[in-house]
Protein backbone atom coordinates (compact mmCIF):
# COMPACT_ATOMS: atom_id res chain seq x y z
CA UNK A 1 0.00 0.00 0.00
CA UNK A 2 2.46 2.83 1.01
CA UNK A 3 4.45 1.88 -1.95
CA UNK A 4 1.64 2.21 -4.39
CA UNK A 5 0.76 5.66 -2.53
CA UNK A 6 4.04 6.86 -2.97
CA UNK A 7 3.85 5.73 -6.61
CA UNK A 8 1.11 7.93 -7.28
CA UNK A 9 2.63 10.62 -5.50
CA UNK A 10 5.65 10.92 -7.70
CA UNK A 11 3.64 10.66 -10.61
CA UNK A 12 1.21 13.41 -9.16
CA UNK A 13 4.56 15.21 -8.50
CA UNK A 14 6.31 15.11 -11.78
CA UNK A 15 2.68 15.88 -13.66
CA UNK A 16 2.84 19.24 -11.56
CA UNK A 17 6.37 19.97 -12.50
CA UNK A 18 5.23 19.81 -16.03
CA UNK A 19 2.31 21.67 -15.73
CA UNK A 20 4.44 24.50 -13.89
CA UNK A 21 7.18 24.24 -16.58
CA UNK A 22 4.77 24.63 -19.67
CA UNK A 23 2.85 26.96 -18.06
CA UNK A 24 7.07 28.99 -17.61
CA UNK A 25 7.75 28.20 -21.25
CA UNK A 26 3.88 29.66 -22.22
CA UNK A 27 4.10 33.14 -20.22
CA UNK A 28 7.59 33.30 -21.85
CA UNK A 29 6.50 32.93 -25.23
CA UNK A 30 3.23 35.02 -24.99
CA UNK A 31 5.16 37.73 -23.02
CA UNK A 32 7.89 37.93 -25.96
CA UNK A 33 5.34 38.19 -28.42
CA UNK A 34 3.61 40.65 -26.26
CA UNK A 35 6.52 43.14 -26.93
CA UNK A 36 6.87 42.32 -30.21
CA UNK A 37 2.90 43.60 -30.86
CA UNK A 38 4.17 46.46 -28.96
CA UNK A 39 7.23 47.58 -30.68
CA UNK A 40 6.12 47.93 -34.43
CA UNK A 41 3.28 50.95 -33.84
CA UNK A 42 5.63 52.82 -32.30
CA UNK A 43 8.31 52.13 -35.04
CA UNK A 44 5.35 53.16 -37.24
CA UNK A 45 4.41 56.08 -35.78
CA UNK A 46 7.90 58.02 -35.64
CA UNK A 47 7.18 57.83 -39.48
CA UNK A 48 3.90 59.10 -39.85
CA UNK A 49 3.04 61.91 -37.74
CA UNK A 50 3.58 64.20 -40.80
CA UNK A 51 3.62 61.56 -43.11
CA UNK A 52 1.42 63.24 -45.90
CA UNK A 53 -0.81 66.48 -44.34
CA UNK A 54 -1.80 68.43 -46.51
CA UNK A 55 -0.74 72.49 -46.59
CA UNK A 56 -3.60 73.54 -44.47
CA UNK A 57 -2.89 70.70 -41.90
CA UNK A 58 0.18 71.94 -41.58
CA UNK A 59 -0.80 75.63 -40.49
CA UNK A 60 -3.07 73.72 -38.30
CA UNK A 61 -0.51 72.22 -36.50
CA UNK A 62 1.30 75.75 -35.86
CA UNK A 63 -1.58 77.24 -34.73
CA UNK A 64 -2.79 74.77 -32.65
CA UNK A 65 -5.96 73.85 -34.44
CA UNK A 66 -7.70 70.49 -34.53
CA UNK A 67 -9.09 69.68 -37.80
CA UNK A 68 -9.33 71.40 -41.35
CA UNK A 69 -12.51 73.04 -42.76
CA UNK A 70 -14.38 71.33 -45.50
CA UNK A 71 -14.26 74.56 -47.65
CA UNK A 72 -13.65 74.72 -50.98
CA UNK A 73 -11.24 76.53 -53.28
CA UNK A 74 -10.59 76.88 -57.25
CA UNK A 75 -8.17 78.14 -59.35
CA UNK A 76 -11.06 80.19 -61.29
CA UNK A 77 -14.48 81.23 -61.04
CA UNK A 78 -16.45 82.38 -58.56
CA UNK A 79 -13.98 80.23 -56.05
CA UNK A 80 -11.12 81.52 -57.35
CA UNK A 81 -7.78 83.42 -55.94
CA UNK A 82 -9.42 86.97 -55.78
CA UNK A 83 -12.56 85.51 -53.50
CA UNK A 84 -10.34 82.90 -51.36
CA UNK A 85 -10.13 85.11 -48.66
CA UNK A 86 -14.19 85.47 -48.19
CA UNK A 87 -15.05 81.81 -49.01
CA UNK A 88 -15.27 80.32 -45.56
CA UNK A 89 -15.95 82.41 -42.81
CA UNK A 90 -13.13 84.14 -41.26
CA UNK A 91 -10.69 80.82 -41.78
CA UNK A 92 -9.18 82.19 -45.10
CA UNK A 93 -8.98 85.91 -44.04
CA UNK A 94 -5.34 85.01 -44.40
CA UNK A 95 -5.64 85.25 -47.77
CA UNK A 96 -6.02 88.93 -47.92
CA UNK A 97 -3.12 89.54 -46.15
CA UNK A 98 0.06 92.22 -46.38
CA UNK A 99 2.85 89.25 -47.05
CA UNK A 100 1.54 86.64 -49.12
CA UNK A 101 2.95 84.45 -51.79
CA UNK A 102 3.72 84.33 -54.54
CA UNK A 103 5.34 86.99 -55.91
CA UNK A 104 6.76 88.57 -59.04
CA UNK A 105 10.67 88.79 -58.08
CA UNK A 106 12.11 91.48 -59.83
CA UNK A 107 15.96 91.02 -59.78
CA UNK A 108 17.28 94.43 -59.85
CA UNK A 109 15.53 95.40 -56.60
CA UNK A 110 16.73 92.01 -54.72
CA UNK A 111 19.10 93.12 -51.78
CA UNK A 112 22.11 91.39 -51.69
CA UNK A 113 22.87 90.10 -48.32
CA UNK A 114 26.31 88.38 -46.55
CA UNK A 115 25.17 87.17 -44.11
CA UNK A 116 22.56 84.79 -46.10
CA UNK A 117 24.01 80.63 -46.03
CA UNK A 118 23.82 78.30 -48.72
CA UNK A 119 21.03 75.50 -48.59
CA UNK A 120 22.20 72.80 -47.28
CA UNK A 121 20.81 69.35 -48.17
CA UNK A 122 20.75 66.42 -46.45
CA UNK A 123 18.28 64.19 -48.27
CA UNK A 124 17.89 60.53 -48.05
CA UNK A 125 15.98 58.57 -50.35
CA UNK A 126 12.10 57.67 -50.00
CA UNK A 127 9.95 55.14 -50.97
CA UNK A 128 7.17 55.88 -53.38
CA UNK A 129 3.87 57.86 -51.87
CA UNK A 130 1.73 60.09 -54.60
CA UNK A 131 -1.30 61.71 -54.13
CA UNK A 132 -3.58 63.42 -56.36
CA UNK A 133 -5.69 66.05 -53.15
CA UNK A 134 -7.73 67.99 -55.78
CA UNK A 135 -5.24 70.69 -56.25
CA UNK A 136 -1.94 69.03 -56.82
CA UNK A 137 0.15 65.98 -57.68
CA UNK A 138 2.42 65.76 -53.90
CA UNK A 139 4.72 63.28 -53.08
CA UNK A 140 4.90 62.62 -49.62
CA UNK A 141 8.66 62.14 -48.33
CA UNK A 142 9.67 59.41 -45.90
CA UNK A 143 10.97 61.47 -42.67
CA UNK A 144 14.43 61.41 -41.76
CA UNK A 145 15.44 64.10 -44.75
CA UNK A 146 16.21 67.57 -43.98
CA UNK A 147 17.52 70.68 -45.51
CA UNK A 148 19.55 73.74 -43.65
CA UNK A 149 17.55 76.67 -45.08
CA UNK A 150 19.82 80.37 -43.71
CA UNK A 151 21.17 77.83 -40.75
CA UNK A 152 17.91 75.90 -39.47
CA UNK A 153 17.18 72.73 -39.99
CA UNK A 154 13.97 72.41 -41.32
CA UNK A 155 12.33 68.03 -42.25
CA UNK A 156 11.30 67.64 -45.72
CA UNK A 157 7.58 66.51 -45.73
CA UNK A 158 6.23 66.89 -49.40
CA UNK A 159 7.19 68.26 -52.70
CA UNK A 160 3.82 69.26 -55.04
CA UNK A 161 3.78 70.47 -58.72
CA UNK A 162 2.26 73.76 -59.89
CA UNK A 163 1.66 74.54 -63.75
CA UNK A 164 2.20 77.54 -64.42
CA UNK A 165 5.07 78.36 -61.65
CA UNK A 166 3.27 80.62 -59.06
CA UNK A 167 6.55 82.43 -58.43
CA UNK A 168 7.41 84.75 -61.74
CA UNK A 169 10.67 86.40 -62.24
CA UNK A 170 10.86 90.01 -63.93
CA UNK A 171 7.37 89.09 -65.25
CA UNK A 172 8.29 85.56 -66.60
CA UNK A 173 6.60 82.26 -65.73
CA UNK A 174 7.62 79.09 -65.71
CA UNK A 175 5.35 76.53 -67.38
CA UNK A 176 6.28 74.28 -64.04
CA UNK A 177 7.27 75.19 -60.55
CA UNK A 178 8.11 72.53 -57.79
CA UNK A 179 7.68 72.90 -54.01
CA UNK A 180 9.70 71.28 -51.67
CA UNK A 181 7.89 71.46 -48.21
CA UNK A 182 9.75 71.81 -45.09
CA UNK A 183 9.11 71.77 -41.25
CA UNK A 184 10.83 73.42 -38.29
CA UNK A 185 10.41 70.17 -36.01
CA UNK A 186 10.56 72.93 -33.13
CA UNK A 187 8.72 76.42 -34.60
CA UNK A 188 6.68 74.11 -36.77
CA UNK A 189 7.08 77.44 -39.06
CA UNK A 190 7.36 76.45 -42.83
CA UNK A 191 10.47 76.38 -45.60
CA UNK A 192 9.38 75.99 -48.68
CA UNK A 193 12.22 75.47 -51.54
CA UNK A 194 10.78 76.51 -55.21
CA UNK A 195 12.12 75.11 -58.30
CA UNK A 196 11.44 76.30 -61.71
CA UNK A 197 10.82 73.96 -64.90
CA UNK A 198 11.90 75.18 -68.19
CA UNK A 199 10.58 72.94 -71.08
CA UNK A 200 13.58 71.01 -72.65
CA UNK A 201 15.24 67.70 -71.67
CA UNK A 202 13.16 65.45 -70.65
CA UNK A 203 13.75 64.67 -66.83
CA UNK A 204 14.66 61.73 -66.17
CA UNK A 205 13.02 61.41 -62.19
CA UNK A 206 9.67 62.59 -63.64
CA UNK A 207 9.80 59.72 -66.39
CA UNK A 208 9.82 57.32 -63.96
CA UNK A 209 6.77 58.21 -62.59
CA UNK A 210 4.57 60.01 -65.23
CA UNK A 211 2.79 56.72 -65.93
CA UNK A 212 1.49 56.32 -62.68
CA UNK A 213 1.14 59.92 -61.76
CA UNK A 214 -2.76 60.14 -59.72
CA UNK A 215 -4.75 61.77 -62.02
CA UNK A 216 -8.24 61.61 -60.46
CA UNK A 217 -8.93 64.00 -56.78
CA UNK A 218 -8.45 60.89 -54.13
CA UNK A 219 -6.42 58.72 -56.04
CA UNK A 220 -3.31 57.13 -54.45
CA UNK A 221 -0.19 55.89 -56.01
CA UNK A 222 2.48 54.11 -53.76
CA UNK A 223 5.15 51.47 -54.18
CA UNK A 224 8.40 50.16 -52.79
CA UNK A 225 10.52 51.08 -54.99
CA UNK A 226 12.60 54.54 -53.53
CA UNK A 227 13.92 57.32 -55.73
CA UNK A 228 16.49 60.75 -54.35
CA UNK A 229 14.56 63.95 -54.80
CA UNK A 230 17.99 65.34 -54.54
CA UNK A 231 18.26 64.40 -58.43
CA UNK A 232 15.21 66.73 -59.44
CA UNK A 233 17.58 69.89 -58.22
CA UNK A 234 19.37 71.73 -60.46
CA UNK A 235 23.21 71.82 -59.67
CA UNK A 236 23.93 75.41 -58.16
CA UNK A 237 20.90 76.17 -55.25
CA UNK A 238 21.92 80.05 -55.38
CA UNK A 239 18.28 80.94 -54.40
CA UNK A 240 15.80 84.46 -53.51
CA UNK A 241 14.65 84.40 -50.38
CA UNK A 242 11.35 86.45 -48.22
CA UNK A 243 9.10 86.00 -45.92
CA UNK A 244 5.48 85.39 -47.07
CA UNK A 245 2.88 82.45 -47.41
CA UNK A 246 1.10 79.53 -48.03
CA UNK A 247 -0.08 79.80 -51.74
CA UNK A 248 -3.21 77.99 -51.14
CA UNK A 249 -6.08 78.96 -48.47
CA UNK A 250 -5.56 79.50 -45.63
CA UNK A 251 -2.69 81.57 -46.84
CA UNK A 252 -0.70 81.46 -43.89
CA UNK A 253 1.94 83.72 -43.31
CA UNK A 254 4.21 81.03 -41.67
CA UNK A 255 6.54 80.40 -44.36
CA UNK A 256 10.50 82.12 -45.63
CA UNK A 257 10.49 81.37 -49.29
CA UNK A 258 13.68 80.23 -50.67
CA UNK A 259 12.92 80.61 -54.85
CA UNK A 260 16.02 78.94 -56.55
CA UNK A 261 17.86 80.51 -59.48
CA UNK A 262 19.00 78.10 -61.86
CA UNK A 263 15.83 76.05 -63.47
CA UNK A 264 15.93 72.32 -64.27
CA UNK A 265 13.98 71.21 -67.25
CA UNK A 266 11.34 68.46 -68.45
CA UNK A 267 9.91 67.62 -71.89
CA UNK A 268 7.06 69.26 -73.48
CA UNK A 269 5.41 65.43 -73.04
CA UNK A 270 6.21 65.61 -69.18
CA UNK A 271 4.81 69.27 -69.01
CA UNK A 272 1.48 68.59 -70.65
CA UNK A 273 0.62 65.73 -68.60
CA UNK A 274 1.51 67.29 -65.44
CA UNK A 275 -0.93 69.86 -67.19
CA UNK A 276 -3.68 67.98 -68.00
CA UNK A 277 -4.17 65.99 -64.19
CA UNK A 278 -4.11 69.60 -62.50
CA UNK A 279 -4.63 72.25 -65.09
CA UNK A 280 -3.45 75.32 -64.15
CA UNK A 281 -2.91 75.64 -60.51
CA UNK A 282 -0.90 78.90 -59.88
CA UNK A 283 -2.41 81.60 -57.99
CA UNK A 284 -1.67 85.15 -59.44
CA UNK A 285 1.52 87.03 -57.81
CA UNK A 286 0.59 89.24 -54.96
CA UNK A 287 1.59 92.57 -53.84
CA UNK A 288 5.40 92.74 -52.11
CA UNK A 289 3.66 95.74 -49.57
CA UNK A 290 7.49 97.04 -48.66
CA UNK A 291 9.03 93.17 -48.10
CA UNK A 292 12.59 92.71 -49.31
CA UNK A 293 13.56 89.90 -51.17
CA UNK A 294 17.43 88.91 -50.33
CA UNK A 295 20.40 86.81 -51.89
CA UNK A 296 23.16 85.59 -50.59
CA UNK A 297 26.27 88.45 -51.72
ZN1 LIG B 1 2.83 74.82 -53.73
Known amino acids: MKTTKLRIHRVHLKGSILVVFCIILLSILTSCEGEETIQEP ?4 TNSNTRGVSEMELANIYYGKSSSTDCNFEYEGLEGPEFWANLCG ?23 DGSINNININYGESTTDIINNGHTVQFN ?3 GSY ?11 QFHFHTGSEHTVNGKRYPMEMHLVHQDPITKLLGVVGVFFEEGE ?4 LEEYLDDLPEQKGDHFTNTS ?3 VEDLLPGDMDFYTYGGSLTTPGCSEIVTWFVVKESITASTEQLEKFESIMHKNYRP ?3 LNGRIVKTKS
Do not use: R
Open 141 to 143: YDM
Open 147 to 157: ASLDNINYDLL
Open 202 to 205: ENDV
Open 226 to 228: TFK
Open 90 to 112: DEWVDCGGNAQSPINIITSAVTE
Open 42 to 45: IVDN
Open 285 to 287: TQD
